[in-house]
């Protein structure tokens, strides 16, 4: 069974930084490029970020030069460093899964990429 779980979501301080884990179990994440979004109380979920299989990545505008991407896939594991966190950058944080070639990632916005497995997220509130 394919399976995303996010974790690392924390009450942290403005300016703080943290680093969420999106790990996957009952697949490799080796060939996947991974997404992460998020969902503030009572607003849409927005995309943050991506990285691909090779581990090429990019960023919202956003959180551009305050979030990483990074990916190992010993560990079968993707990571978001959250620097400079904000108020708001509250929300739930997702990652999701795609099998999509690297012409798909450089050319496809975010929020177009069909990721067909998704985690159940994980809570981070920025307090000001």
């Known amino acids: 069974q394919l399976q995303l779980v996010e974790s690392g979501g924390a009450l942290v301080q403005r300016g703080d930084s943290l680093r969420l884990s999106c790990k996957a179990s009952?697949?490799?994440?080796?060939?996947?490029?991974i997404g992460w979004f998020r969902q503030a109380p009572g607003k849409e979920r927005e995309g943050v970020g991506r990285i691909n299989s090779v581990g090429t990545s990019d960023y919202e505008e956003s959180v551009k030069d305050r979030f990483t991407i990074s990916r190992d896939n010993a560990q079968n594991t993707v990571y978001l460093l959250m620097n400079g966190l904000l108020p708001e950058d509250t929300g739930i944080y997702f990652c999701?899964?795609?099998?999509?070639?690297?012409?798909?990632?450089?050319?496809?916005?975010?929020?177009?990429?069909?990721?067909?497995?998704w985690g159940k997220g994980t809570a981070v509130f920025v307090s000001s």
């Open positions: 999701a899964a795609a099998v999509i070639s690297d012409a798909v990632f450089v050319t496809t916005p975010l929020e177009k990429i069909d990721f067909r497995s």
């Open positions: 009952g697949f490799s994440l080796h060939d996947y490029a």
